[in-house]
Structure formats: structure tokens, C-alpha cells
């Protein structure tokens, strides 16, 4: 079946350092990937997503890249800031809609 | 738009209780989901509905477990005989599906459960 594989946590940057948070996925098909953020105590906000090989999604500085032949989409941010603190969870959809499956989640901590 | 409403924030029961959670979705999404996360981890899928269809159940969701949809508005989760493994936070997201077409999923806050 369906599935999504990210680095473990925590990881701890000084501020301006530059991140990476590598996510892989296992799917049949087409899917479509996202990843959200979870800030201390708020819910979960959609980040950024992509929904075809080589397109590259985009928001509040971080990118992502679907790589089919990697079958990869790992988070980039090249300035990280105290306010990126929070759980990054990468997530795909199947080419048929639906439910979302879920990576286990990464922990940033970015100090001053 | 008000964003996916859950209520209670918070819900505390004895085990054995049987408790209800609702979800509000976003006014024009016309799919509703319900996951679970527990401390650590990711969120889990447990059901879905487009309208008032149920359109499909986790193995996690046991004989326990019920959702409904009724009017294809709200939503409930209702838990029968709560176990202490049921202790979670519960997350409805709501979504646009047209023909082809899949709108991302946008979350409410959830609904957190401790079993006593």
C-alpha cells in the first residue's frame, strides 16, 4: 500500500542555517504530495503541495520538489527563522482523491 | 470562510463512557475526513464522506467507532465504550472533490481525548 517515510526528529538550526527535511513515499499511480506544519499548539496548516512529477511547490520561503524517480519531495527552506518551530509532516493523496496518508512528522527547532 | 470547527477542544471520560465529537467543515467543501494522531506520530486516517456518503473505513475503525453525516453538512464520531487506547486527538479536515478535480484538505483544531 501507501506510504510516506520522513526523517526522524528533532532537528535542532541556528537561525539562518539552511534545512532540509527529506521525505520519500511509496505509491501506486499518480499522487499528490503536500507537506503541512504544526505550530505549538495550533492545528494543522497546509504548507505547500504538488501534484505532478517536477513541479515544485512553494510558500513562506520553503520549497519542494516531486521527484518521480527518486519517488522524493524533500522540504527546503534556505533561511530558517525562531518562528519555523514546529512539526513538518509530508503527506500524499492517491490519484483518486481521498484520504491523506501521512509521514511520521519532524521536529524543527530553530534557536537564536 | 471560518475554517473546520470541532467541538469540544477537549473531552475527558471514564473508560467504559461512550462520547460524540462533532465537526463543522468549511461551507462549500462537500468531503469530510476524520484521522487520528496520537502523541509522536502522524495523523491516521479513520473515514471519510463525500455528502452524506460514507465513502470509506480504516481498519482502524472498530465496531466501536460510528460516524455519520447526515444532512451532508456536520459531521459526529461517536465512541462506544472508550478504552484507554482510544486516547488521541481527533482531527476532522473538510475539501472541494469536482469531477477529476481534488482540493487540498484543510484542518480544524481537533478534539482532544483522555481515557481515565
Known amino acids: 500500500g501507501n506510504s510516506v517515510t520522513q526523517m526522524e526528529g528533532p532537528v535542532t538550526l541556528s537561525e539562518e542555517a539552511f534545512l532540509t527535511i527529506n521525505c520519500t513515499y511509496t505509491a501506486t499511480g499518480y499522487p499528490s504530495l503536500f507537506w503541512y506544519v504544526q505550530y505549538p499548539g495550533e492545528g494543522l496548516q497546509l504548507l505547500l503541495k504538488a501534484t505532478k512529477a517536477d513541479d515544485k511547490g512553494s510558500n513562506k520561503g520553503f520549497e519542494a520538489t516531486y521527484r518521480k524517480e527518486t519517488t522524493s519531495f524533500h522540504l527546503e527552506k534556505g533561511s530558517v527563522q525562531v518562528s519555523d518551530s514546529a512539526v513538518y509532516f509530508c503527506?500524499?493523496?492517491?490519484?483518486?482523491?481521498?484520504?491523506?496518508?501521512f509521514g511520521q512528522g519532524t521536529e524543527l527547532s530553530v534557536k537564536p | 470562510d471560518t475554517g473546520v470547527s470541532q467541538n469540544p477542544r477537549h473531552k475527558i471520560t471514564k473508560r467504559g463512557q461512550n462520547v460524540t465529537f462533532r465537526c463543522d467543515p468549511i461551507?462549500?467543501?462537500?468531503?469530510l475526513y476524520w484521522y487520528r494522531q496520537t502523541l509522536g506520530q502522524g495523523p491516521e486516517f479513520l473515514t471519510y464522506f463525500q455528502n452524506e456518503a460514507q465513502l470509506e473505513k480504516s481498519r482502524l475503525l472498530s465496531d466501536r467507532f460510528s460516524a455519520e453525516r447526515p444532512k451532508g453538512s456536520f459531521s459526529t464520531l461517536e465512541i462506544q465504550r472508550t478504552e484507554q487506547g482510544d486516547s488521541a486527538m481527533y482531527l476532522c479536515?473538510?475539501?472541494?472533490?469536482?469531477?477529476?478535480?481534488?482540493?487540498?484538505?484543510?484542518f480544524g483544531d481537533g478534539t482532544r481525548l483522555s481515557i481515565l
Open positions: 503527506a500524499l493523496m492517491g490519484n483518486q482523491g481521498g484520504k491523506l496518508i
Open positions: 461551507s462549500e467543501h462537500n468531503r
Open positions: 479536515a473538510s475539501s472541494f472533490a469536482g469531477t477529476g478535480t481534488y482540493q487540498p484538505q484543510h
